[in-house]
């Protein structure tokens, strides 16, 4: 069946380097997505990527796509504390997203 | 930039009570979606809405959950008899013409007591 899994949490210093891995099990998924959860608050769209591409680069975000491994990872160049939140990965099912348990990014100072 | 709403942010229920929890997606969206989160568990997929019916739904889209689009604006979903684990928090999302790119609200936290 359709699973998405991710580590449950990261910790990093502010400056470095972040980054999120995700692995997914629907090889027809057109589209992978990572998305932003802050305390209390929605989710925010960060970042997709076409399942025919091996990487999106956008500002401090770059998202790497193995598909053969069905692996994506989001890596966030020059962390900030601002940084801290939930991060879920995200495939696309018939009608639908199908969401990992979510990766808690903590960004100490 | 356009933004999807949810009222109410946080609703207080006794078991057995229905709720409305309403949307006010994108204004030029064709597609709807609820979905929930129970706490410290992952966002699972209710049911998607298009063209004025339900495309799909999951196994916890049962005969107690309905949607509906009253008007042109709202996108609604009620639970007739709500129970304890239905307590979660719920998000709307909408989508353009693809059916893929789903942008959320905030989200109304539900609480059945």
């Known amino acids: 069946g359709e699973d998405v899994e991710q580590s449950l949490f990261l910790s990093v210093r502010e400056g470095d380097s972040s980054v999120i891995n995700c692995t997914y099990t629907?090889?027809?998924?057109?589209?992978l997505y990572w998305y932003k959860q802050e305390p209390g608050a929605g989710l925010q769209l960060l970042t997709y990527?076409?399942?025919?591409?091996d990487m999106k680069q956008d500002q401090r975000l770059t998202v790497l796509l193995n598909k053969k491994d069905k692996h994506l990872s989001l890596r966030i160049a020059d962390t900030q504390t601002g940084d801290s939140a939930i991060y879920f990965c995200?495939?696309?099912?018939?009608?639908?997203?199908?969401f990992g348990q979510g990766t808690e990014l903590s960004v100490k100072p | 930039e356009p933004e999807v709403t949810q009222t109410p942010s946080h609703q207080v229920t006794q078991m057995g009570q229905e709720v409305i929890l309403r949307c006010v997606p994108i204004s030029n969206h064709l597609y709807f979606y609820w979905y929930r989160q129970i706490l410290g568990q992952k966002v699972e997929f209710l049911v998607s809405f298009y063209n004025n019916e339900i495309s799909e739904k999951s196994e916890i889209f049962d005969d107690q959950f309905s949607v509906e689009r009253p008007d042109g604006s709202n996108f609604t979903l009620k639970i007739r008899s709500t129970k304890l684990e239905d307590s979660a928090m719920y998000f709307c999302a909408s989508s353009g013409t693809s059916a893929n790119e789903q942008f959320f609200g905030p989200g109304t936290r539900l609480t059945v007591l």
């Open positions: 990527i076409f399942s025919n591409m």
């Open positions: 629907d090889s027809s998924s057109t589209y």
């Open positions: 995200a495939e696309t099912g018939p009608g639908k997203l199908i």
